[in-house]
């Protein structure tokens, strides 16, 4: 099992920054990559960030390139989201997920609400 805690979350203005942290427990050596994902009220919850604990490979969707960083604590217990320049599309909950070696999204957080005013 794996424990995953997200915060950081609150409400900015448009062109302002927040950033997320997700402190995971548990065996966190199971898991092969950590991701975030967002939902917005009344949408589907859509991928944001990857990083690959092994390689710290980054991927990131075309909408936060260049705004939002993905980064691993050294100890490979902490995965943070540095989001800049928000927009008021960037309003969701945000979540954090540890995803195991065959690829799926096996543990989820609570999620942090993320409140970005024009």
């Known amino acids: 099992q794996v424990q995953l805690v997200e915060s950081g979350g609150g409400l900015v203005q448009a062109g302002g920054s927040l950033r997320l942290s997700c402190a995971a427990s548990?065996?966190?050596?199971?898991?092969?990559?950590m991701g975030w994902f967002r939902q917005a009220s009344g949408k589907e919850r859509e991928f944001v960030a990857r990083?690959?604990?092994?390689?710290?490979?980054?991927f990131y969707a075309d909408s936060v390139k260049g705004r939002f960083t993905i980064s691993g604590g050294i100890a490979k217990n902490t995965v943070f989201l540095q989001m800049n320049s928000l927009k008021p599309e960037d309003t969701a909950l945000y979540y954090c997920?540890?995803?195991?070696?065959?690829?799926?999204?096996?543990?989820w957080g609570q999620g942090t609400q993320v409140t970005v005013s024009s």
């Open positions: 997920a540890a995803m195991a070696t065959d690829g799926n999204y096996n543990y």
């Open positions: 548990g065996r966190t050596f199971s898991s092969y990559a």
């Open positions: 990083i690959t604990w092994r390689t710290g490979r980054v």
